[in-house]
């Protein structure tokens, strides 16, 4: 009996003590622990198999991969806050999310309303404008890329001054930091938002691969009279050969085609006097201090999506037809004297006699 009663003790002073030391982990963990998932969504989109067909017939996987979401630039940001319109859960179909209305921010040196609307005027203005010169709708309205199109939620790349070309959060940044901020939760927090604003988030081939899902679609660019290698034209130049090895010094589609200082939203056709490619404008692309500061304005005359192509690149087309004639008319007679030579080394007594 005395046994049975010592047990009974145990396991009750057992319980008492899990639950203290599970409530004292909820109570003092930081508050950056906690997912932003408060409208516990993950409830259901957290099983891979989650999806349906939509009433077009188009294949939506629903599934969210937490690991990668909180590793994301969005990873602050509450499901709420993008799905405006869902209220309830379970919930009915959901609208689609419009980037430009819900994210707002105050600029600390005006202290002023800044809303990311100002973006869709730099794009109303852009080439990739849905809009004409003259402020009619374009006939393929539907190519015209949205925020999606480029912005895929990149995973996060903090940002190290200390260890070279290797990624990661810098400790030796950090140790900085924690001179007066004494949490690491701020301090990381704080940390990958700063750093995540002081460079890309992609890499120059990263960005060429964004750039390729349009450029690279033959149909799409056949119905704006476009060529569709632009983007394997620059993989062929030292730069783009150089992105393939992932150099982030080499310089990206966005480098060219928009102006120093200027939004990259606010990307302008060559035919705009505003616009970095601009005849007028071009030479200004490769003397920066970034990348050929000593270099002859002449040096952007350098054809970056020059192609094999009569119509679009003739003195390109020429000298490469050239060497091909060269190297062939070269080669093929210098194989055809090898193959001969391995005959008679094959069969020394053959002879070709003519019929009398």
Request: aromatic share 10%; glycine share 4%.
């Amino acid at each position: 009996m005395i046994g049975k009663k010592i047990v009974f003790k145990l396991i009750s002073w057992s319980a008492f003590l899990s639950f203290i030391i599970l409530l004292s982990l909820v109570i003092f963990s930081p508050s950056d622990s906690f997912s932003a998932d408060i409208g516990n969504c993950l409830l259901c989109h957290k099983y891979p198999g989650l999806s349906r067909i939509d009433e077009k017939g188009n294949f939506r996987l629903l599934y969210i991969n937490e690991e990668i979401f909180n590793t994301s630039v969005h990873a602050s940001v509450k499901c709420g806050d993008c799905h405006i319109d869902i209220k309830k859960i379970p919930h009915g179909e959901s609208k689609k999310v419009d980037c430009l209305t819900e994210c707002h921010i105050t600029e600390p040196s005006t202290e002023t309303k800044f809303s990311h609307k100002e973006v869709q005027e730099y794009l109303d203005k852009s080439v990739h404008s849905k809009m004409d010169k003259f402020g009619d709708p374009k006939k393929y309205v539907e190519d015209m890329p949205v925020c999606k199109s480029c912005h895929d939620n990149p995973l996060y790349r903090p940002l190290s001054f200390f260890k070279g070309m290797r990624y990661g959060v810098s400790e030796d940044a950090m140790a900085r930091c924690r001179v007066c901020h004494k949490k690491d939760a701020f301090i990381f927090k704080f940390y990958n938002h700063v750093t995540g604003r002081l460079h890309r988030t992609r890499n120059p081939l990263n960005i060429a691969e964004v750039c390729a899902r349009c450029h690279d679609n033959p149909s799409k660019m056949a119905r704006h009279g476009l060529s569709p290698k632009v983007v394997f034209a620059y993989g062929e130049t030292f730069h783009g050969k150089a992105a393939k090895y992932l150099d982030e010094r080499i310089p990206d589609c966005l480098d060219c085609h928009v102006k120093r200082r200027e939004s990259v939203h606010q990307m302008l056709s060559k035919e705009d006097p505003r616009s970095a490619t601009n005849v007028n404008q071009k030479g200004k692309i490769c003397s920066n201090v970034d990348c050929h500061p000593k270099a002859s304005t002449k040096l952007a005359k350098y054809g970056v999506h020059a192609e094999f192509s009569l119509e679009r690149s003739p003195i390109l087309y020429f000298i490469t037809l050239f060497f091909i004639v060269l190297t062939g008319g070269t080669l093929v007679p210098l194989m055809v004297i090898i193959l001969l030579d391995l005959l008679r080394r094959l069969f020394p007594d053959v002879t070709i006699t003519r019929r009398k």
